[in-house]
């Protein structure tokens, strides 16, 4: 069973800072890719952030030069440091992982943790 666990979201105001965590547990043996994704009411769930196992970075462009992600491999850890917020950043953010599965990679999914940015 493998969980992601999520934290570090709140409210807070326009141009601001948050760092938001998420932890990977469970019977893995390595992570591949891991991102951050957010949805805002009444959108479809968008890419922020994500980062290789090799620290190789992409970053939507609504962000860029705002937001950071990074990870730590021996904690199987993923972080996402959002400077400058804005009210447009608020949404739920999830976490994702791809662990290997068979031949491929299986994708899994954090609970999502609620950033409000308010103006």
């Known amino acids: 069973q493998v969980q992601l666990v999520e934290s570090g979201g709140g409210l807070v105001q326009a141009g601001g800072s948050l760092r938001l965590s998420c932890a990977v547990s469970?019977?893995?043996?390595?992570?591949?890719?891991m991102g951050w994704y957010r949805q805002a009411p009444g959108k479809q769930r968008e890419l922020v952030a994500r980062?290789?196992?090799?620290?190789?970075?992409n970053y939507a462009d609504s962000v860029k030069g705002r937001f950071t992600i990074s990870r730590d491999n021996a904690k199987n850890t993923v972080y996402l440091q959002m400077n400058s917020l804005e009210p447009e950043d608020t949404a739920v953010y999830y976490c994702?992982?791809?662990?290997?599965?068979?031949?491929?990679?299986?994708?899994?999914w954090g609970q999502g943790t609620q950033v409000t940015v308010s103006s």
């Open positions: 994702n992982a791809d662990v290997p599965y068979g031949l491929g990679y299986r994708a899994y």
């Open positions: 469970g019977s893995i043996s390595s992570i591949n890719a």
């Open positions: 980062i290789t196992s090799g620290g190789s970075t």
